[in-house]
């Protein structure tokens, strides 16, 4: 496949940016957008770098930590506002809900204030990296299309091989069929049907992730006898959600991946 330089660096472009004008309170939307567009970074680079880069290697590592820490503040937000629209489903369990909601607020603002350290020591920093890691794609890249490469192929090869999906497997699954999704996205002849089969799935799968989270972490500091009602209703949404994930992944396994 030949990959768009353009779109190939566009995450480049946009991480630059989210690096110099940090906002002092970290909003969701802010946050989304880091660990979004640091995993589009990566996706990219998989596939128009060598995997002996050592440049594009120590570039990917050092956004790691900021990538990883901006999901963590990202799982907070994302499970408190679940939180929130199960308490207007239910009845009592008043107090749990509000002890549920004060402890992911706790580890929000923990994660957020690690965050924007990193941030601030390494942002200037990095946004140079990046610079220089756009500049030489723009280079490599023989004016407008990068070479020829099989990255997308042989991820896609790995997850036509994937065993029999289930609740242990999906969500690695899903890491895997978005960062193809992602690399389908630099190349022009990818038809919008293929990728809206592995949107589907980052999407769906995704959402039940989130509510599995969310159940694990309730579970984990509610009492089984006195919180029943909440556990209970947590439990039958994630049920709920992972039906509809499985038949999501299935779809795109053996519908999307035969396009690639």
């Known amino acids: 496949m030949r990959l768009s330089v353009a779109k190939a660096v566009k995450p480049v472009r946009r991480l630059r940016k989210l690096f110099k004008e940090v906002p002092p309170n970290l909003p969701p939307e802010y946050v989304h957008n880091v660990r979004t567009q640091a995993r589009k970074l990566e996706a990219s ?41 199960v308490a207007n489903q239910i009845q009592g369990d008043g107090d749990a809900l509000l002890r549920l909601t004060e402890e992911m607020a706790a580890l929000r603002e923990k994660s957020a204030t690690e965050l924007r350290r990193l941030l601030k020591r390494d942002g200037k920093p990095l946004r140079d990296k990046l610079k220089q890691y756009a500049a030489r794609v723009r280079k490599a890249g023989n004016g407008e299309m990068a070479e020829s490469v099989a990255a997308p192929e042989i991820l896609a090869a790995q997850l036509q091989q994937w065993p029999p999906l289930k609740p242990d497997n999906l969500h690695e699954f899903r890491i895997h069929a978005k960062e193809l999704r992602y690399m389908l996205q630099l190349t022009p002849e990818t038809d919008e049907h293929t990728l809206q089969s592995f949107a589907r799935v980052k999407d769906v799968a995704g959402e039940w992730h989130d509510w599995l989270q969310l159940r694990e972490f309730a579970a984990k ?40």
Not at 60 to 71: E, W
Not at 228 to 255: G, M, P, S, V, Y
């Open 45 to 85: 680079a998989h596939a128009v770098s060598s995997e002996h880069d050592r440049r594009v290697r120590r570039l990917l590592k050092r956004i790691k930590p900021i990538r990883k820490t901006a999901g963590d503040v990202r799982d907070m937000d994302v499970m408190i506002a679940k939180l929130l629209a």
């Open 221 to 260: 500091e509610l009492d089984q006898k006195q919180e029943h009602e909440l556990l209970t209703r947590l439990r039958a949404i994630e049920h709920q959600k992972l039906r509809a994930a499985l038949a999501a992944a299935n779809a795109a396994r053996h519908d999307g991946l035969a396009a690639v």
